[in-house]
């Protein structure tokens, strides 16, 4: 008995998907507080280290050969975006914008297993 999740995007596409799959996507406070400031300071955001930062989010967890897989947010060249890419994403946003990048480390969730 598996507890399933409807979502709805920003396009008005839905999905029905398992719970414990999205579960293992979450990020950590720390990242979610980390890209709320990003977002507080910069409304905009049409700017190349932006459209970085938001390419790792949106593609955070997965893996070369995945669906859905975008090399080009693969920043460490590991095959797998998640924090090693998203500190050098916030590391190009702080030289970017001119301010000090948050002292974090996130620890990287699982990759899905769809």
């Known amino acids: 008995d598996t507890e399933m999740v409807w979502l709805k995007d920003n ?14 996507s979450r990020v950590t406070d720390e990242v979610r507080a980390d890209i709320e400031s990003f977002l507080e300071d910069d409304t905009g955001g049409y700017g190349d280290a932006f459209f970085l930062l938001n390419g790792v989010l949106k593609h955070w ?4 050969g995945q ?8 920043l460490d060249g590991d095959g797998y975006i998640g924090a090693g890419d998203y500190e050098i994403a916030k590391q190009a946003w702080a030289e970017q914008y001119g301010k000090k ?14």
């Open 11 to 24: 396009e008005g596409n839905s999905y029905w998907l398992r719970r414990d799959a999205i579960e293992r």
């Open 67 to 74: 669906e859905g897989y975008e090399g080009n947010f693969d």
């Open 61 to 64: 967890g997965m893996k070369a």
């Open 101 to 114: 990048a948050p002292a974090s480390n996130p620890k990287s969730p699982a990759a899905p297993n769809f």
